[in-house]
């Protein structure tokens, strides 16, 4: 949420919520103190190594008061028989996606609960590890109930009672996630307000405050003690060899990943075009997951343009696509994120749709004159109708003119030929200082004004 102030456990980087969803499980937990919660997309190293592989899963701090929401994204990206619509919720954006149905929002308000039963049950004592009254609780529970986890086990079942309200009132009002995601749909009423003011939607704002205690067994109520006690030390311990460890694992797998990357790197370098043309698709895969394992250079990055420069367009939709573009995109940054963009763009494997105006300006001043100048016309072509369409602000305008200077005078008289980026679109469309910048650059190029 907005107001937490914890950025890292565990060893992952706390995701921020969408605002809507925040906004969301505000209104479903008015006392939830979000300042000690955090959001993961990953679970902790130590849970993955039990083979533990539910959804999600809620859990206090080994040492603070804090309380952990974790994602299992890789179990959350196998299709399965409760989500067979989920594509690829590589990160919790994919509650954004559109048509994405509830089920990971469903699944975040039932982890929710859980974070709301342990600030209730821990609000009135320092909590020790894992020895604390909600884990205590929840192993009381647990133990009452046969050893055995479902859905009827005390805690779990205010979760799930929960989340199956909010499925059925949701998909009663035909709210789906990208409605919940604001998803920019002028027209549409605010869907939360819609949400907030159905009657099942009023029926969902109980969960206040909950203790939920079970048994009164005191064997129950002591083995429990012991049992979260152990939980508490184990963990630790297991914390503190790792913390003792990981350094000496890193030195190793850097030492090897660099060497795989100097590999890949002088390979790219020296063999000529047709050479690495003629590999097969596996093959460049293989070399560009390697240069994009660890930490991804300008020296990796510029030997994926040089390998990607060298391939038929079909053959870099199959490249980037094996990756998936985003993915792809996010390796890169700079001046090398501008010429990828280019490239990409040359090939069609990204739209000029996908980027307004912004995008356009920042991809620009990215690339630079070297990219700009080796993009295809009808890139620029359709890079200049952008900029121009809608309105043309100042920094539009500056780009026009700067893009303007990096081209050839042949380039810009093809492109002053084509239908929408002739003489007088862009006479209309600049104004002011712009404009006689413009006619300079032009006069510059040789080309008067008409
Ligand atoms: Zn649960």
Redesign the pocket.
């Known amino acids: 949420m907005d107001e937490s102030v914890i950025t890292h456990a565990e060893g992952l980087p706390a995701y921020r919520l969408p605002p809507c969803v925040q906004n969301l499980l505000r209104f479903l937990y008015p006392t939830i103190n979000w300042r000690t919660v955090a959001f993961f997309n990953d679970i902790p190293w130590w849970l993955e190594v039990t083979g533990w592989d539910a959804n999600a899963i809620t859990l206090p701090d080994t040492f603070t008061n804090q309380i952990y929401v974790f994602f299992n994204s890789k179990k959350l990206a196998r299709p399965s028989a409760s989500h067979t619509e989920l594509v690829y919720p590589n990160d919790l954006n994919a509650l954004c996606r559109p048509g994405q149905s509830t089920h990971l929002v469903a699944t975040l308000i ?1 982890e929710c609960v ?1 974070v709301l039963q342990f600030q209730q049950a821990d609000s009135s004592s320092i909590p020790l590890g894992y020895l604390r009254p909600s884990t205590t609780d929840y192993l009381k529970c647990w133990a009452c109930h046969g050893f055995v986890y479902d859905d009827q086990l005390p805690h ?1 079942k205010e ?1 799930y009672d929960q989340e199956r309200q909010f499925t059925a009132c949701a998909s009663s009002l035909g709210l789906d996630n990208a409605v919940w995601c604001c998803v920019p749909q002028p027209s549409a009423a605010d869907p939360l307000k819609h949400f907030m003011t159905s009657a099942c939607g009023q029926a969902l704002v109980k969960m206040q405050s909950v203790r939920t205690q079970c048994c009164d067994n005191a064997l129950a109520g002591l083995g429990s003690s012991i049992l979260a006690a152990g939980v508490g030390v184990l963990v630790t311990a297991a914390k503190i060899v790792l913390i003792l460890v990981t350094p000496i694992v890193e030195f190793f797998s850097d030492l090897f990943n660099s060497t795989e990357d100097d590999k890949v790197r002088d390979d790219i370098r020296s063999a000529s075009g047709s050479n690495l043309a003629a590999r097969s698709d596996a093959d460049l895969i293989d070399m560009v997951q390697k240069l994009f394992d660890g930490p991804t250079g300008d020296d990796d990055e510029n030997a994926v343009l040089r390998l990607l420069s060298c391939l038929p367009c079909p053959r870099v939709a199959t490249l980037v696509g094996s990756f998936g573009v985003q993915n792809f995109l996010d390796e890169f940054q700079g001046a090398e994120y501008g010429h990828l963009q280019l490239l990409l763009l040359n090939c069609g494997v990204l739209s000029l749709s996908s980027l307004d105006d912004n995008g356009v300006c920042a991809l620009v001043k990215a690339a630079g004159c070297a990219g700009i100048s080796g993009a295809s016309v009808s890139v620029l072509h359709g890079l200049f109708l952008q900029l121009l369409s809608g309105y043309t602000d100042d920094e539009d305008e500056q780009t026009i003119n700067a893009m303007m200077g990096c081209l050839s005078a042949t380039t810009i008289r093809t492109v002053l030929r084509m239908n929408g980026t002739r003489w007088d679109d862009f006479d209309s469309a600049i104004q002011g200082d712009e404009w006689d910048d413009f006619v300079d650059v032009m006069k510059a190029k040789g080309i008067p004004e008409p």
């Open positions: 039932h859980h779990e979760a």
